[in-house]
């Protein structure tokens, strides 16, 4: 049985990449596949690599490029569901809720009313800082593009915006500060807690995601 | 999403080829993409070619629903993902079959004057 070689893998990682594929747990199967099929062919018939591979893909570069992006997208949006709501039937997840709300009430009593709205105010802004950090250090870390880490990006950024939609309804606009400082506790505990419970969601599955990829695959 | 075939019945078998690939697994204790597409092939003697654009989203489709789990195994200076059933998958296969037998019986029934449901 002939095999290729390291370097017939990294041109056809490469040809891939610049095809447009450029999520890494895609491109791991479209690799084995088009570099199973060649083996299969230099098996049977005296060419080289380059021309099997030009073969190959004269015949199946269509199907195999024509995969919808926006179907892995969706798959992977599954995944990241799949992992948060296990994450949020853990017993962390009321272990975290207590922490904000009681969190934010030790705030409310030692600080007057104006200072604890000073606070209150800060608090979307220290949500980008963290989100911001979490995400550039996990895309800092990685050494691949995942479909997952996009979709996580994305739903970081509706977390963000929901933390502060929900900051002004209940702390600003509706409720009124003076006397609905429960609710907008409540509310921030709860906003807060998605957003710990996502973050965590999100070291899970680049741990998960680094083991099965960046252990195993080609080393460039 | 594609099934390709010879005669072409491409819409017949498009709804089936989640079930087909259930079935084969079913059948093995794990698979990888182009080992699925080459046993197809010979099963069926050429009559069915599943192409890696329907094969990859449905493989992708059915381990996000849990009815398959992955392996990622070092094969030739490249990775290789197996994919086998859990527990729910073979539950589901089990599912889906009968659902076909009972499709394909009723079919059967409508196409053939002579065949008759029990």
């Known amino acids: 049985m002939k095999s290729l070689a390291a370097e017939d893998i990294q041109f056809i990682d490469t040809y891939l990449i610049n095809s447009g594929v450029h999520f890494i747990d895609i491109r791991v199967e479209m690799i ?40 892995y997208r969706h798959m992977a949006a599954r995944k990241v569901l799949k992992c948060f709501i296990a994450t949020l039937l853990s017993y962390h997840t009321l272990f975290v809720f207590g922490l904000l709300f009681f969190g934010l009430s030790a705030i409310d009593k030692a600080l007057d009313e104006n200072q604890f709205v000073s606070v209150l105010n800060v608090i979307p802004m220290y949500s980008v800082g963290i989100v911001s950090i979490v995400y550039g250090v996990m895309a800092w870390n990685v050494r691949q ?22 900051f002004k309804i209940h702390v600003v606009t509706v409720f009124g500060i003076a006397n609905q400082f429960l609710a ?13 419970l996502l973050i965590r969601v999100a070291f899970q599955l680049k741990r998960r995601y680094q083991l099965q990829f960046e252990t195993n695959f080609i080393v460039k | 999403m594609y099934v390709c ?6 819409n017949l078998y ?19 993409g182009y080992e699925i597409t080459q046993k197809v092939k010979a099963i069926t003697k050429g009559e069915l070619h599943i192409t890696e654009g329907a094969l990859y989203p449905s493989l992708h489709k059915l381990e996000a629903e849990g009815l398959l789990e992955v392996e990622f195994v070092k094969v030739n200076n490249r990775t290789r993902k197996y994919y086998r059933l859990t527990e729910q998958g073979t539950k589901e296969t089990m599912r889906k079959l009968e659902a076909l037998e009972n499709y394909i019986k009723t079919m059967r029934a409508l196409v053939s004057p002579k065949f008759r449901l029990e």
């Not at chain 1, 596949?33 to 060419?47: C, N, P």
């Open chain 1, 32 to 71: 084995d596949h088009i570099a199973t099929d060649i083996e299969d062919t230099l098996q049977v018939k005296s060419v080289g690599f380059y021309e099997a591979f030009k073969n190959y893909m004269l015949l199946h570069k269509k199907a195999l490029l024509k995969e919808n992006q926006n179907m």
């Open chain 1, 145 to 166: 593009r995942y479909s997952v880490f996009e979709v996580l990006g994305l739903c970081f950024l509706g977390m963000h915006f929901a933390f502060n939609v929900v």
């Open chain 1, 184 to 196: 907008a506790k409540l509310a921030i505990s709860v906003v807060g807690l998605l957003l710990v």
């Open chain 2, 5 to 10: 075939s010879i005669m072409r019945p491409t």
């Open chain 2, 14 to 32: 498009k709804g089936s080829l989640n079930t087909i690939i259930l079935k084969l697994l079913s059948t093995h204790d794990k698979m990888y």
